[in-house]
């Protein structure tokens, strides 16, 4: 359900409590420190993308502060995906301070606390993620956590001018479209964070960020391969089979889960490709499904339409699309 708050018609006395909640039921529970909240001025509009959300906040300077109390009932762990349009955003989270100008956009995670605050006036951008939702995509996420990535080349701009884009439209779109349209952004988001030298860093411990990215770099490049399982990776990967399963356990999945989801993300990749002429029973075999049939079944369970189904939707919601 899409959302939208301004404090332009509350009285000065309640904005503090009106922007607090405003912020909180967006995001989750954060403290809130205004400059001065009687003459605070704020408007944010949310849109819902199915897993995932945007939305478009527009405020004076503020200070926003996530306490070890707000984490005690929290389940689900997110990710903020903030870009700022206006203003230098200040970020501090886990003993890591970053500043982060527009022209570059800031990786924020739900269950550590954390500071963030602008002193300017400023227009900011923000996914929220669910975990869930990003790790088949990135493994150990934790790894992008307190990084600013920049947002005016590549992958990253894609990311950024994709957001801008997307905004406008959202109100022409049914929900299958818009849940679409989500997994579109987290996926564009994906490839720009993987892409990043920093990601083979991490708390995780160099060694076993640089054997994970080696296994998901190789399993992407040999999709194709109806072998592709533990012991071909592990192979070429020059890690024991059971290293291997260790480590993608501490990702909360499985090597054939992870396998599998690779091949729908990419399979979902092709079918949206407006130049892709292919059958979906060729892209099937092209992928390492042994048939039509698997890989529809595997796809409608992990995404909830049809192969068949998001090629029309993707083609109907394209920008060069008659009509």
Known sequence: MD??????????????????????STYFPLDLRFQNSAEFSGELNVWDLGAVSLSRLESDGLLYRRQKRHLLHEREESYLITVPETAEISFEQAGKAVRCKPGAFLVERSHLPYEFSYTAKNTLWVLKVPIATLRPRVGLPERIASLSFDSTRGTGALF?????????????????????TGKHLVDILAMSLISDERMLTSDAGSVQVGHLHRVESYIRANLARADLGPQVIADACGISVRYLHQLMKRQGTSVCHWIRVQRLLRCDEMLRDPTCRKLVSEIAYALGFSDHAQLSRHFKAHFGYSPSEARERSHLTSPSSPG
């Open 3 to 24: 959302v939208s708050y301004s404090t332009a018609g509350t009285v000065a006395f309640e904005r503090k409590r009106y922007w607090d909640e405003a912020v909180s």
């Open 160 to 180: 950024v001018d994709m957001i801008r884009l997307v905004a406008p439209r959202l109100v022409e779109m049914d929900a299958p479209a818009r849940d679409m």
